[in-house]
């Protein structure tokens, strides 16, 4: 009978390895998880994983930015009713660097309710505020798009399924958890925890 027990026992860890499973085995988030979960939980994540992050959005907002399928991309442009995939931008590209291009544009935040961009400095986004973040990488995307707008406000998006959408009506929505990803990429970010 304690034959037939080490057996099974060794079938099973042999049948769960083959499958690429494992006890310590955990598996990295995705972008859309990462998106579409609250901004806090990205908050202490590793560096590199947030990069990984990053570099998808930048990957996908190149392919998406070219094909047929624009409903899908983390970066939209929102016009007559229609998402369109904002333009690609390279994974090198530091979106907390926002260009120096003349004539700035005024940015506006919510300062109500989940409107409101926290004011709290935060170690993941390298010592800023979300709101800081926000203006630097609302700056950058909107620069990177072409978009030359007199005022836009700049509506946090928490849980969204896209790291920013701009509408016609001259609104950015950003959700929060990009903020993470970006400040990673940056190289500005300082993480002293692993996500489990």
């Given at each position: 009978?304690?034959?037939?027990?080490?057996?099974?026992?060794l079938?099973?860890?042999a049948?769960?390895?083959a499958?690429?499973?494992?006890p310590?085995?955990?598996?990295?988030?995705?972008?859309?998880w990462?998106?579409?979960?609250?901004?806090e939980k990205?908050?202490?994540?590793s560096?590199?994983l947030?990069?990984?992050?990053?570099?998808?959005a930048s990957?996908?907002?190149?392919v998406?930015?070219?094909?047929?399928?624009k409903?899908?991309?983390?970066?939209?442009i929102i016009?007559?009713?229609r998402?369109l995939?904002?333009?690609?931008?390279?994974p090198?590209?530091?979106?907390?660097q926002?260009?120096d291009a003349?004539?700035?544009?005024?940015?506006t935040f919510?300062?109500?309710?989940?409107?409101r961009?926290?004011e709290?400095?935060?170690?993941g986004?390298?010592g800023?505020?979300e709101r800081e973040?926000?203006e630097?990488?609302?700056?950058?995307?909107?620069s990177?798009?072409?978009?030359?707008?007199g005022?836009?406000?700049?509506?946090r998006a928490?849980?969204?399924?896209?790291?920013?959408?701009?509408t016609?009506?001259?609104?950015?929505?950003?959700?929060?958890a990009f903020?993470?990803?970006a400040?990673a990429?940056?190289?500005?970010a300082?993480?002293?925890?692993?996500?489990?």
């Amino acid at each position: 009978m304690r034959g037939i027990g080490i057996v099974t026992v060794l079938g099973s860890a042999a049948l769960l390895a083959a499958c690429g499973g494992g006890p310590s085995q955990s598996r990295a988030p995705t972008l859309r998880w990462a998106l579409t979960n609250d901004a806090e939980k990205l908050e202490f994540a590793s560096q590199p994983l947030l990069i990984d992050l990053f570099n998808e959005a930048s990957r996908i907002s190149r392919v998406e930015a070219g094909s047929g399928q624009k409903h899908t991309a983390p970066f939209l442009i929102i016009q007559d009713g229609r998402s369109l995939a904002a333009p690609g931008f390279d994974p090198h590209t530091d979106l907390l660097q926002p260009p120096d291009a003349g004539q700035p544009l005024q940015l506006t935040f919510g300062d109500r309710g989940e409107d409101r961009w926290p004011e709290d400095r935060r170690p993941g986004l390298g010592g800023l505020s979300e709101r800081e973040a926000a203006e630097q990488v609302a700056r950058s995307l909107l620069s990177l798009w072409g978009i030359q707008s007199g005022s836009v406000q700049v509506v946090r998006a928490p849980n969204a399924s896209f790291a920013a959408a701009y509408t016609e009506d001259d609104r950015l929505r950003l959700n929060p958890a990009f903020l993470y990803m970006a400040a990673a990429a940056s190289g500005i970010a300082s993480h002293t925890a692993e996500v489990q």
